[in-house]
């Protein structure tokens, strides 16, 4: 079982940033892929970001690339996601995952198995 708590949310102009944070509670943190999804309003919810194991290898949605950042810590058992130039269409709320999971690369929703509450992020135009 893993318990994930985000942390970081907020409400931002449109150009602004973010640093979202992960706690996992876990001893096997490591064992886990790890990613970051989010979800708007009457949207379904939408996978932005995956990191590997080691966090050696990144993967990014087209419509975050160059400007999400994913990261972990194995010692500290965290996992963070920086957001950069925010746009109004980056509202949503934002959930931390956790993947047990052989497949490699990119990993969507369906391929999680923990999450996270989520963290709300709102971006004014």
């Known amino acids: 079982q893993v318990q994930l708590v985000e942390s970081g949310g907020g409400l931002v102009q449109a150009g602004g940033s973010l640093r979202l944070s992960c706690a996992a509670s876990?001893?096997?943190?490591?064992?886990?892929?790890m990613g970051w999804l989010r979800q708007a309003p009457g949207k379904e919810r939408e996978s932005v970001a995956t990191i590997s194991r080691s966090g050696d290898r990144t993967f990014y949605s087209d419509s975050v690339s160059g400007r999400f950042t994913i990261s972990r810590d194995n010692v500290n058992n965290t996992v963070s996601l920086q957001i950069n130039s925010l746009k109004p269409e980056d509202t949503a709320i934002y959930y931390c995952a956790a993947a047990n999971s052989l497949i490699s690369g990119f990993l969507n929703h369906h391929h999680y198995h923990y999450w996270g509450q989520g963290t709300q992020v709102t971006v004014s135009s």
């Open positions: 876990t001893p096997s943190f490591s064992d886990y892929k």
